[in-house]
């Protein structure tokens, strides 16, 4: 009898496990081609090193590259496989959501059951915020659910092999962002002395043999990145590794926001699914699903905890359960080391998915005990908010699809919300560096618009393309790629209005930072053409202006 049950409670566990699969293509299809905002900045970096790393070339030495060198070399596979164009690298960051979906699925079948299971990764896909500045992230997600993966796996059966597999994938979010690398370390290493500790494993005193082997990542992460850096100048190294000592400075980038105040606000703000932006109005005419969901996890944390406390044989919440949420949400804490030291909004985005495992993992083990018409109602109730979370990134693709101003050709094919002067400035400027620019000419693009690069499919002819007043250019810096223009004989400089952009340490080309590019650029070229509107503010780039400089006659 006990054997029949486990047979089709297994048979049940794979058919959510591959109903999940098939909700992932319903929930991803609508954004297979189309972004809610492309940058010229964020973006175009990311796009530029993804192209320069399929051509060959390698991270910080060929190209500048500000975070850690392993997603370049994922996103440039990718382009080789299904072509060159920002689709395919949607492909491929949505690929790493679906992983780091399933095993969600895959850490919670410990404690829930698999409808359970199910609605968590669905919830994940739907509602976890994107990075919407970068594609690198994903894969430092993915990474680390895998760790907690191979941490629940220890924990039912506490052998070295779940920690010799954690060594790849602490090495990989070293790889891809060190100083989360370094956090995720600290949480490793924390959540294993947790579980022997709280479970009381046979073998504490190997502890620091356990401590060696999850150094190992850090030493080889700290040679990879030695050796892409060797004999590069220092100052290019610590722009291109920000988290190393006296890059920047306080009075240079400045908080964006008080982080106590931000946060708190912000926290409440994700919670209840709205953007700041966003208004209460709007929220509660589409959202209503998705806020009585969010109660209902508030309700269980509160009864997790309730039911963790008491004893006896009959008590739902065990000493098992309550450590690894102990570890879930640890990771969570320490994943959002970024958010609380600064404030900066968006990088409450790393905390967030493991919030949602947390909240899962927490309701998961709450409801075992409800009767099946609860269970039903709960699980028509997520799936509601899921469907309408998710129809409305269908009606969001069919409002831009419809408008064919909204998409962006060539290199790009995609669809973009951004706004019509933005994309027509883009396009404009586009066309006329292809129509001008000879086959092998190149051209300097200052502060940083590297989007361009990937349009035109040129390169650089300097490493750098981001000169703002928190990369503190140096005197040196701007000597040596002022020789290299005039070696080159470069023929067209393009200046964007980010150059006087009022944002948070951005500073004023030619004033706060950069004076010799400026005055080497107000004596050896002059205004050839000006696309986009230089009197509205380009502020967190939603509006674009470019001008174009030509080489004065020798």
Known sequence: MLEHYQTNQTNLNRLFFILAGLVAVFIFLPSRDVMPFLGSGDHGRDLYAFQRTLQ????????????????????????????????????????????????????LMVSAESWVAFLAVAWFWAFSPDF???????????????????????????IFKYIYLMLPCLTAVLLIKFNTGVFALVATAASIFIIDHSFKNTFPARRF??????????????????????????YYIRQCLPFLPSYGSPSRQGPHASPLEISALYAVYS???????????????????????????????????????????????????????MVIGLFMILMSHEFLLSG???????????????????????????????????????????????????????????????????????????????IDTFKKTTEYLKSNLRPDELFFILPCDPLYFYLTDKTSLVREFQFFDYMNVTEQQERRIIGDL?????????????SEANETGHGIFG???CPLLADYLATHFQKTMVFGDWEQPADGSPNHAVTIYKRLAA
């Open 56 to 107: 060959g070339e390698t991270p910080y030495r060929d190209y500048f590259w500000n975070y850690g060198p392993l997603m370049p070399y994922y996103y440039s596979l990718i382009l080789k496989i299904f072509g060159v164009s920002i689709p395919s690298v949607l492909l491929g960051q949505f690929f790493l959501k679906i992983c780091s979906g399933l095993l969600i699925f895959l850490i």
């Open 132 to 158: 919407f500045h970068t594609f690198n992230h994903a894969g430092a997600i993915t990474a680390l659910f895998a760790i907690l993966y191979l941490l629940t796996r220890y924990a039912q059966k506490p």
């Open 209 to 234: 043999q356990k401590l060696f082997w999850l150094s190992v990542p850090a030493l080889l992460a700290c040679i990879i990145y030695l050796i892409l850096v060797r004999e590069l100048p220092d």
């Open 271 to 325: 919670w209840l699914g709205m953007g700041i932006n966003k208004t209460p109005n709007a929220f509660f005419a589409t959202r209503w699903p998705l806020i009585m969901c969010n109660v209902l996890q508030v309700m269980a944390l509160y009864q997790f905890v309730r039911f963790g406390v008491r004893s006896g044989a009959g008590r739902i919440v065990n000493n098992k359960h309550i450590h690894m949420a």
């Open 344 to 422: 900066t909004h968006y990088r409450i985005y790393w905390g967030i998915p493991f919030l949602i495992l947390l909240i899962f993992w927490v309701s998961g083990i709450l409801v075992k005990n409800l009767n099946w018409r609860w269970k039903l109602a709960l699980f028509i109730l997520a799936s509601l908010a899921i469907s309408v979370e998710t129809v409305d990134k269908y009606m969001f693709r069919e409002q831009l699809v419809r408008n064919p101003s909204h998409f962006l050709g060539g290199r790009a094919k995609i669809y973009i919300n951004n706004p019509i002067d933005w």
């Open 486 to 498: 005039e070696n080159k004989q470069v023929g067209y400089f393009l200046v964007s209005n980010r």
């Open 511 to 513: 004033k706060s930072y």
